[in-house]
């Protein structure tokens, strides 16, 4: 019998069970548990089946969220995980670390009065048991096409253009310089949100599909961009970004100040198992440290939460705006005063303080002025306001920017935008560049996990499109050539 939903006003939403404080600050797994197959069941019938589902509407993969819950509620899982990988290439990774607050559960209509159905979490929950069911099998295209295309970049949007393209029949090539696949998966984002085998399942999965990875091949160093594309029928860039911004301070070049994504990459690679040498000579480790993060996005948070884990004497977080206007998402937030970290609100550094290495972030408070041309509201210095915060260790988590691909490629023809993103044909992913297409960060700045899976499938329809053409293209040429003689 099919299950009852709408159970909204009778279910209480309950996310899955937090792991204490106390455990969890002493490792590096996930904070949150596994639902129960009962809680899942529970969970998913919250939900009221909405004729125009805003949750779906505001997932960027508008993924079908009705249906895999209503089959949870039922439990058929295996259904349901059908549902639920038909539009994601990693859905478990995505239930895992979507801002869901900002997309799909924020725009839940039980959000008014109910509070949200769980999304994430069902969604999470469904994958993982098709992972530990067998149900997720390697892809068999139905015919191998024999034309190959390269895809620079492992993460997310290489990942999922790999896997689409895969299906389609396409000998897939994946070049990264990093030693592993996952891009920010795996050396950015901290095992507490997303533990890396989790990470590693997907690869595997990929590997088995027949993906052919390249890895520890820079294109640009190792490998011309020129000769990849003499190699590969068309080629995919999805190398995300990685210029950290940086303030320009008094005292920016004390040792102990060190950007957000070496710190993590280190931590990260600790948690792989890696020697890591910046990590063992104490640079990157905040053991025994105060340590001071500068920057109020999703990276500083992941920085304030690291640095708890492994053992800093006190963690401080200093952003110039307040908490309504920080960019980082509130359950993050959350999270960081969960596990001790203090928040310095309206506060920018204007010196960093020391003899042979930094010792203290003298910052001055910060007042938000008059909106600036986004409509958000610039902060200006508070005068006579300065104090200092001792430190030991600075983490600067201030963005990222694009590399500039054209001159580090040697590639003067790349188009890019003013922000040194990639520019594209949305519709189709193309650059000008014949055969030459462009996802994720890369193309949009630094942005979310699931838009980077959105824009690899798109652009592997667009490369699947191109190339069909291309190949009708070459059928008719001898033909209208023939018609002409
Ligand atoms: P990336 O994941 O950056 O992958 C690009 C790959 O290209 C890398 O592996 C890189 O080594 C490779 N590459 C680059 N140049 C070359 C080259 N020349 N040759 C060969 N390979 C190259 N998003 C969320 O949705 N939720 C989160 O919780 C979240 N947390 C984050 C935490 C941190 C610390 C950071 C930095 C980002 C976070 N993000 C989060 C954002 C998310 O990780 C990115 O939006 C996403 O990974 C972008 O995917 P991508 O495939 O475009 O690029
Ligand atoms: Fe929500 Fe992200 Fe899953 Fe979409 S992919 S349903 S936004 S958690
Ligand atoms: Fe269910 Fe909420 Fe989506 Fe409506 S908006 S279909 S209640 S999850």
């Known amino acids: 019998m099919p299950a009852k939903m709408m159970q909204f006003v009778s279910v209480e939403q309950r996310l899955p069970d937090k792991r204490s404080v106390v455990e969890r600050t002493h490792d590096f797994g996930e904070i949150y548990r596994e639902f129960t197959p009962e809680r899942a069941r529970e969970q998913a019938a919250r939900c009221e089946q909405c004729g125009i589902p805003f949750c779906q509407v505001h997932c960027p993969l508008h993924n079908n969220i009705p249906d895999w819950l209503m089959l949870t509620a039922d439990g058929r899982l295996e259904e349901a995980y059908e549902v639920a990988a038909a539009t994601n290439n990693m859905p478990e990774i995505c239930g895992r670390i979507c801002p869901q607050d900002r997309l799909c559960e924020g725009n839940c209509v039980l959000e008014k009065g109910f509070r949200s159905v769980t999304i994430g979490a069902v969604e999470r929950f469904v994958v993982d048991t098709a992972f530990e069911r067998g149900w997720v099998k390697p892809v068999r295209p139905l015919r191998e096409r024999g034309v190959s295309v390269g895809i620079v970049g492992a993460g997310p ?46 690869i595997r999965h990929l590997e088995a599909s027949g993906v052919r990875f390249h890895l520890g091949v820079e294109i640009g160093r190792d490998l011309a961009f020129a000769k990849l594309r003499r190699r590969h029928a068309a080629v995919l860039i999805a190398t995300g970004v990685y210029k950290a911004r940086e303030v320009v301070l008094p005292g920016s070049n004390l040792p102990g100040i060190v950007k957000a994504l070496d710190y993590l990459t280190a931590s990260n690679r600790k948690g792989l198992g890696d020697v890591v ?84 972030v003298q910052a001055h408070r910060m007042r938000l002025g008059t909106p600036d041309a986004s409509g958000r509201q610039a902060p200006e210095p508070v005068p006579g306001s300065s104090f200092r915060l001792p430190a ?94």
């Open 277 to 360: 040498p910046a990590f063992e000579s104490g640079e990157l480790d905040a053991a025994g440290k105060h340590v001071v993060v500068v920057g109020g996005g999703d990276t500083a948070m992941d920085c304030v939460r690291t640095a708890v884990r492994q053992g800093a004497r006190s963690v401080r977080c200093l952003y110039r705006r307040d908490r309504a206007n920080m960019p980082g998402s509130m359950r993050e937030v959350q999270h960081a005063e969960e596990e001790g970290v203090e928040f310095v609100w309206l506060a920018a550094p204007e010196a960093f303080v020391g003899a042979e290495r930094v010792e203290a």
């Open 392 to 485: 030991d260790l600075v983490i600067e988590a201030l963005g990222f920017d694009p590399e500039d691909l054209p001159t580090l490629w040697g590639a003067p023809e790349l188009p890019t935008t003013r922000w040194g993103t990639i520019k594209i044909d949305w519709s189709t992913m193309a650059t000008s560049i014949p055969g030459v297409f462009a996802a994720g960060d890369i193309v949009r700045g630094a942005s979310l996990v699931v838009w980077a899976i959105r824009d690899g499938r798109d652009a592997a329809a667009g490369i699947h499109r191109w190339l069909e053409a291309r190949a009708r293209g070459a059928e008719a040429a001898p033909r209208e050539l023939a018609l002409a003689s």
């Open 157 to 202: 949007a290489g990942l999922a253009a790999a896997e689409q393209l895969r299906k389609q029949g396409y000998e897939v090539h994946v070049y990264d310089r990093y030693d592993r696949a996952g891009g920010l998966l795996i050396y950015g984002i901290p095992g507490f949100k997303l533990e890396k085998p989790v990470v590693l399942r997907r």
